[in-house]
């Protein structure tokens, strides 16, 4: 055969291909070259510089390079001119096989800066490859019975080449006696087989040299050729001939290995070893079908030995060759057509393109969360897929052909459910149904839609006086459904003014913990109740707040010693009280009145005659009403001037005290006139301050936000004053800032008083007789009382102001609300009032008996 040699040209073309990628505002180009195989060493297959924008000078400097050996093995870049040429000769063949293209991927690197450039060499096939048979000489025994139009298959010719390159065409040397047919496959390829056109005759010719010839589509073209030898048989001129040349059968895919799919029958007239048939494979059945099928060369039974896959193969050609035990032995053919249907086997597959987790709980309702495709390998009905969702989720499917998108079916709160475990299944159509189920977690994410809540409405804090600053009074304590830093909590004091000054100058709050804490030192009598605005916010975007009131009650402490209001002295040393010689015992001497700014208890006053009294076995000091009255008969031997030492103490824990020294003068004057001074009262014009003292005093004490009762001694029966603080039920205490913060005594008017908690109501003043100064009676009228005539003319109108004043003391009580763990109590008074019946029990000091004197005075 003549060989063609062919000068092909180095390189024929080269395509750029430019690839726009939009994103991130670059541009990537793809650079894509061909080059034919078997091209020589050298041959330029494109100039990368050019086509990477790479200036020729700057190569040696960027050092251009190929970067992978695989491209160093079949490419070289040349650094004077940026051209990339064939290192080695290629082979497609070789490279890419039977592929029907055939691309190397080249990878360029430059540095300064350093980059790398992917490039594509595309290898064009070249008809390097004659066709060739798989023998050179092949032997065809034919009867010399054979029929005209009988037929031979011969093996086909092979060519590496692909495309037109491959094998296109088949030629028989010219005979007499066959001619050639070409058949061609389903997949394109090409098989010849002989046909005889005139009886054969072993006599005549008993064998035939053919020449078979395959050519392929190149250009030039190239040829392969088998001789083959046909061989004339005699005697034995019946083949073994199948009922039909063509058999259809249908198998499901799931068919078991070894299951019955067909039993061939060839006859074969002949008798004897012409006419015992035997079967097997053709030569143009595949090696996949032999190892899928298995054929009794006896029986001619067709059996499955390997597993069917409709969604690998749908169809099978089998060629079945059935051939005689004659001498030559002759054959007879047919193709056995399998078709496999599909059973439905291959459950359907959910494949997650997206999905958003976690959701946020503000979601609106038809969100999409997610998209799915779904796939099923089987066909017709086994491969229609439906999704379905779990019903007890707020979510729902919506389709379109095979994709799926999970979206919202309603409003989602993250508080009453924090995950959700959608079950996705997919179902084929299918009989029986193949199911695959997919879980999914999703997660709802906070949103900062609820406030936080205080545990209580309110909150009450007690905190004794004197406290040292930094104590704690008390926690609020709020929470919040949400999550994260919207349920992180901050407290704080919302602004506000107490006293004219800011409440965050008393009151300090942890903004963490939220426990509350006292800035300064609380004091009783200048504040009783401190309501508190206490704010909390969350942490969230926006914030959301809430506010609750903290009641801070300052609890009395006794830090007040009593005060002394009577008997007072205008100087350093107190006026002396005069007592007659003739004063019966029970005589009073004076009264001693005081008063404490504590409260409660600690506000409960008591008197006693202290043993540093010049001599204490003459006077008594009545326990709670502070009487000083003489205690036995004066006598002459007794000291003129008596210094009496009463101290005054409250009930506190510890009890504190104060001392008062009283000085009484024993006289030699009538009892009737020593009478006036006793009264401890003088004129309003020569006196006026002990009056004056007396109110300003009590209305001081008054001022403290307090809850008093009053009591009178029952020498006091015609005071022209009845002091008395109204009392409301602890119950209903307002507590508004402004009742806690200001409070004023009052003095009223002896008839608009109101009694006691009883609802007494106070008697009128008594008639102006009662206050006139009383006749003198006769008495010890020696020359003692002459000689103090003088001095009792000097006090006479001090003493008809006190015989008109008749003021008793008053002890002044509050009784605060017993809250810290009992019922609240109102505040009582302690001793009787003027002219009135008792309110409420109170301890009273028994008195000693009452002495008249002459004008029915005591």
Request: net charge negative; hydrophobic share 35%.
């Amino acid at each position: 055969m003549e060989s063609v040699s062919l000068q092909r040209p180095a390189w024929k073309w080269q395509v750029l291909s430019l690839f726009l990628l939009c994103g991130w505002g670059w541009v990537s180009g793809q650079i894509r070259y061909s080059v034919v195989e078997e091209s020589e060493v050298g041959t330029v297959v494109g100039n990368v510089a050019r086509d990477l924008g790479l200036k020729v000078e700057e190569l040696p400097g960027r050092r251009l390079r190929l970067g992978s050996e695989e491209s160093l093995r079949h490419f070289a870049v040349r650094l004077d001119d940026g051209a990339l040429v064939v290192s080695q000769q290629l082979d497609r063949e070789r490279l890419c096989g039977a592929a029907a293209s055939c691309v190397l991927s080249v990878q360029v690197v430059t540095e300064n800066p350093l980059q790398l450039f992917r490039l594509e060499v595309e290898i064009l096939d070249v008809n390097d490859n004659s066709p060739s048979f798989p023998t050179s000489r092949r032997t065809l025994r034919v009867a010399e019975s054979a029929t005209v139009a009988a037929r031979f298959p011969l093996e086909s010719a092979q060519d590496p080449d692909v495309g037109t390159n491959a094998v296109g065409s088949y030629r028989l040397s010219p005979n007499s006696h066959f001619s050639l047919d070409v058949k061609q496959q389903q997949d394109g390829k090409l098989f010849p087989e002989l046909v005889l056109e005139r009886a054969l005759d072993r006599e005549e010719q008993p064998e035939l040299q053919l020449v078979l010839t395959a050519v392929d589509g190149g250009s030039p073209a190239r040829s392969g050729t088998v001789q083959i030898t046909v061989l004339v048989q005699d005697v034995n001129d019946n083949a073994p001939t199948f009922d039909r040349t063509t058999y259809k059968v249908q198998v499901p895919e799931n068919m078991p290995v070894g299951a019955l799919l067909l039993q061939l029958n060839a006859s074969d007239p002949d008798e004897g070893p012409n006419g015992e048939t035997q079967y097997s494979f053709g030569v143009h059945t595949s090696d996949s079908v032999r190892r899928l099928f298995a054929l009794d060369p006896r029986s001619g039974e067709v059996r499955v030995s390997g597993a069917l896959d409709f969604e690998e193969s749908p169809f099978y050609e089998i060629y079945v060759r059935a051939h005689d035990g004659g001498i030559p032995e002759m054959e007879g053919h047919c193709v056995l057509q399998v078709e496999v249907e599909d059973v439905n086997d291959n459950p359907p597959e959910v494949l997650l393109t997206s999905l958003l987790n976690p959701v946020p709980e503000d979601t609106p309702p038809e969100t999409v969360m997610g998209l799915f495709n779904i796939r099923d390998r089987d066909s017709g009905a086994n491969g229609d897929v439906s999704l379905e969702i779990s019903p007890d989720v707020p979510f729902a499917i919506r389709s379109l052909q095979n994709h799926f998108s999970l979206v919202t079916r309603e409003s989602l709160d993250r508080e009453s459910t924090s995950q959700y475990a959608v079950e996705l299944i997919a179902r084929d159509g299918g009989s029986p149904a193949l199911t695959t189920t997919l879980m999914l977690l999703l997660n709802i994410s906070d949103v900062n839609d609820n406030p936080p809540h205080f545990l209580q409405p309110s909150y009450d804090a007690f905190l004794p006086e004197n406290n040292p600053p930094g104590s704690l009074l008390c926690t609020v304590s709020a929470s919040d459904p949400d999550d994260g830093d919207n349920s992180r909590l901050v407290y704080s004091i919302e602004s506000g003014q107490v006293q004219g000054a800011p409440t965050s100058s008393f009151v300090h709050i942890n903004p963490d913990n939220g426990n509350l804490y006292a800035q300064r030192t609380f004091d009783f009598e200048q504040l009783q109740v401190l309501p508190v605005s206490v704010a909390v916010r969350d942490s969230g975007s926006p914030p959301l707040h809430a506010n609750v009131t903290v009641y801070i009650f300052v609890l009395d402490q006794n830090d007040h010693p009593p005060t002394i209001l009577h008997p007072a002295s205008d100087s350093d040393v107190p006026a002396a009280q005069r007592v007659p010689l003739s004063a019966p015992p029970g005589y009073l001497v004076t009264k001693v009145t005081a008063v404490d700014a504590d409260a409660g208890h600690n506000a409960w006053l008591s008197y006693r005659l202290l043993p540093q009294s010049t001599d204490p076995s003459l006077f008594h000091v009545s326990l709670y009403s502070g009487e000083v009255r003489t205690a036995r008969a004066l006598q002459d031997t007794d000291a003129a001037v008596q210094q009496l030492i009463v101290q005054v103490v409250d009930n506190g824990d510890p009890p504190l005290s104060t001392t008062v020294t009283i000085t009484v003068a024993l006289e030699e004057v009538t009892l009737e006139d020593s009478y006036k001074p006793r009264d401890f009262l003088a004129g309003p014009k020569e006196k006026p301050d002990l009056t004056l003292y007396l109110i300003i005093a009590l209305a001081a004490v008054s001022t403290v936000s307090q809850c008093y009762g009053t009591c009178f001694s029952p020498g006091s029966d015609r005071s022209d004053f009845t002091f008395l603080r109204p009392c409301p039920p602890p119950a209903t205490l307002p507590r508004e800032t402004g009742a806690f913060l200001s409070a004023t005594g009052t003095l009223r008017d002896p008839g608009q008083v109101r009694g006691s908690p009883g609802g007494r109501t106070a008697p009128p003043p008594p008639p102006a007789a009662a206050l006139a100064p009383r006749p003198r009676r006769g008495g010890r009228g020696g020359r003692r009382g002459r000689r103090r005539s003088g001095k009792r003319r000097a006090g006479s109108r001090r003493a008809a102001t006190a015989r008109r004043l008749r003021l008793a003391p008053v002890l002044l009580s509050w009784e605060r609300s017993a809250a810290i763990g009992g019922a609240a109590r109102p505040c009582e008074p302690i001793a009787r009032r003027l002219r009135g019946a008792p309110a409420s029990p109170a301890p009273v000091e028994p008195r000693p008996p009452q002495t008249m004197n002459g004008s029915g005075e005591r």
